[in-house]
């Protein structure tokens, strides 16, 4: 071989060093850094000053679109790997667990595919476990049956705990 193709090999295979070590250091960085968790509240807007000319109306309060249910409008996980991941709650079931195919998916060693199920049924919503390993909890209670979920109440599932809220 030439010394041509030679320096060459050597250049490519160095190359190749490089970006093996710099996809590793990203791997590593991921791992010890974990999910970027951001807020996603709204700034509060400031109220205008009350001058002399506006006076205080007693406006009525605005109606809620028809169709539109009460009560809980996002699912939130407050604690585990996903904390901060909001999803918002719709007409569907939104199916949990650590299978692609799920509405929220968990990687977490301690839930199953699908594990869980958090669905509407009337103006309520409702947990129900899925035949899970480990188990749905409910606030500290295990879910054996479909529960009613109120605002506010922690569903767990492994190591991640989710809320509705509203």
């Keep these: 071989m030439s010394e041509l ?4 090999l050597r250049l490519g295979y160095l190359v190749l060093l490089w970006a093996f070590v710099l996809s590793a250091i990203g791997v590593l960085r991921r791992d010890l850094y974990g999910t970027r968790i951001t807020s996603r ?3 509060r807007a400031t109220a205008p000053a009350a001058g002399p000319a506006t ?9 809620r679109p028809r169709g539109r249910r009460a009560g809980p409008t996002r699912l939130v996980v407050t604690e585990g ?13 939104v199916l949990i667990g ?3 195919s799920c509405t929220l998916v968990l990687d977490d060693d301690y839930s199953s595919s699908r594990h869980a199920r958090v ?3 009337g103006d309520q ?4 476990d899925m035949g899970s390993t480990n188990g749905t909890f409910l606030d500290d209670q295990k879910v054996t049956a479909p529960v009613p979920v109120r605002a ?15």
């Design 55 to 63: 006076a205080p109306s007693a406006a009525p309060a605005p109606e």
């Design 119 to 121: 669905y509407p049924e």
């Design 41 to 43: 509240r709204k700034p």
């Design 152 to 166: 506010g109440a922690q569903i767990r599932i492994g190591q991640s705990v989710l809320e509705l809220q509203g």
């Design 98 to 100: 650590r299978a692609p």
């Design 125 to 128: 919503w409702l947990v129900e």
């Design 5 to 8: 193709t030679v320096t060459l």
């Design 81 to 93: 790997p996903l904390r901060g991941t909001t999803l918002p709650l719709g007409s569907s079931a």
